[in-house]
């Protein structure tokens, strides 16, 4: 029997072995231009078998440098871009630094804290009190999103405060007014028979008894 672990190891799995296999044909041929004629078809069965690589912007270059990958890096062919190197294949991306101060509220997350910070530095005073209103509203969807179905605009309003931790003044008497929609969440669904199951079986147990 043929097992694929007596087989060469595939290079690039997704792919298939007839791929690789075509690959190492075409680094076989003599001939220049027959060599880049095939090696094109090569490329274009590919594109079809790796579709989800034209979400990317580039994908004709990645197309050609897993060529080069799986050539191993010895294949002499014309390629529009420039040939990889395995130090640059092999290369990992920077990592990405995280802000690992402690959230003063997760209920908020840390994007509520960095938009206070830049709600305190508008110098335009009307701006500053309508941005205050319009980031306290979001702060009160995202409250309600983990606590219970309605809250105060004034618990909204210190918390928002203790968030500024003093960098923005909380204008006096400000009113937050409804956002259409904000309050018309769906109730959570019971776990054995929707919203309303104790109310129809309420009317259900009412209707036997009469």
């Known amino acids: 029997m043929d097992y694929n672990t007596y087989r060469e190891k595939l290079i690039l799995p997704e792919y298939g ?6 690959i190492e ?11 880049n004629e095939q090696i094109q078809a090569v490329v274009n069965v590919m594109a079809l078998l790796n579709p989800s690589l034209k979400d ?7 197309l050609w440098d897993h060529v080069y990958v799986i050539a191993g890096y010895d294949i002499d062919i014309d390629s529009p871009f420039e040939a990889p190197t395995p130090a640059q294949v092999a290369s990992r991306p920077d990592p990405i630094p995280v802000d690992k101060t402690p959230l003063k509220a997760s209920c908020y997350g840390r994007n509520i804290e960095n ?17 205050i209103r319009n980031l306290a509203r979001y702060m009160r969807q995202q409250y309600l999103i983990w606590n219970k179905d309605t809250v105060a605009d004034e618990t909204i309003l210190k ?9 923005i003044t909380i204008p006096e008497g400000l009113e937050l007014g409804a956002v259409k929609g904000e309050f ?8 054995r028979g ?8 309420k009317k259900k147990h009412k209707n036997n008894n009469q």
């Open 17 to 22: 072995r007839h791929v690789q296999k075509m």
């Open 25 to 35: 044909r075409v680094k076989g041929i003599e001939d220049r231009e027959k060599r």
């Open 56 to 62: 990317y912007p580039d994908y004709k270059r990645k």
């Open 115 to 131: 938009m206070i910070d830049l709600v305190a530095g508008i110098e335009d005073e009307t701006v500053k009190v309508e941005m």
């Open 159 to 167: 918390d928002m405060a203790r968030l500024a931790d003093g960098k």
């Open 184 to 191: 018309n969440r769906p109730r959570p669904l019971d776990a």
């Open 194 to 201: 929707g919203q309303n199951f104790k109310k129809k079986n």
